[in-house]
């Protein structure tokens, strides 16, 4: 699949979905500190893919500082139906984002095994820089940091 933007830099994130309560604020904090670092650095394109936990905690900083900068969220959603086994407020949260966001790119109409990595693999792919949330478990996170690193990403990891 071709894809191509006529952006300066592209950042995507990934992270794990719980977030211990105790890392939260921090993670929160050095989370805009960087996005904003990364935007006076020339990035104007960010890909979340949407998910709970840091997905949603990076896609929330970028909506709040679209509205100091001109910058574009990109929200890489694996299937239509991501949402389907989220609770209410987590689906209420969701649909937010995806309004907020400047593009919504859905890779598979529904759930399919493989199409998580396959949303990470597209984001890393269309990027020149992660942004990640990386405690070393095995999962997606893990993936993504991996490939991202293979192929050669600026990887920081939070």
Not at 29 to 52: N, W
Not at 92 to 112: C, G, M, N, P, R
Request: aromatic share 12%; charged share 30%; hydrophobic share 35%.
């Amino acid at each position: 699949m071709e894809y191509k933007l006529d952006f300066n830099l592209t950042c995507c994130f990934t992270g794990h979905r719980i977030i211990a309560l105790k890392d939260k604020e921090k993670l929160s904090t050095d989370l805009e500190k960087k996005v904003e670092e990364l935007i006076l650095k020339g990035v104007k394109h960010f890909i979340s893919g949407g998910a709970i936990g840091f997905d949603t905690l990076a896609a929330k900083t970028v909506i709040r500082m679209k509205e100091k900068y001109d910058i574009f969220l990109e929200i890489a959603a694996p299937c239509k139906d991501q949402d389907a086994k989220w609770n209410k407020k987590q689906k209420e949260e969701y649909q937010k984002i995806l309004k907020s966001a400047d593009k919504v790119t859905v890779l598979f109409e529904k759930y399919v095994t493989g199409c998580m990595h396959f949303r990470d693999a597209f984001m890393v792919d269309n990027s020149d820089i992660l942004v990640s949330y990386y405690r070393g478990k095995q999962g997606g996170t893990q993936y993504t940091y991996l490939y991202a690193e293979s192929r050669g990403l600026k990887i920081i990891n939070l």
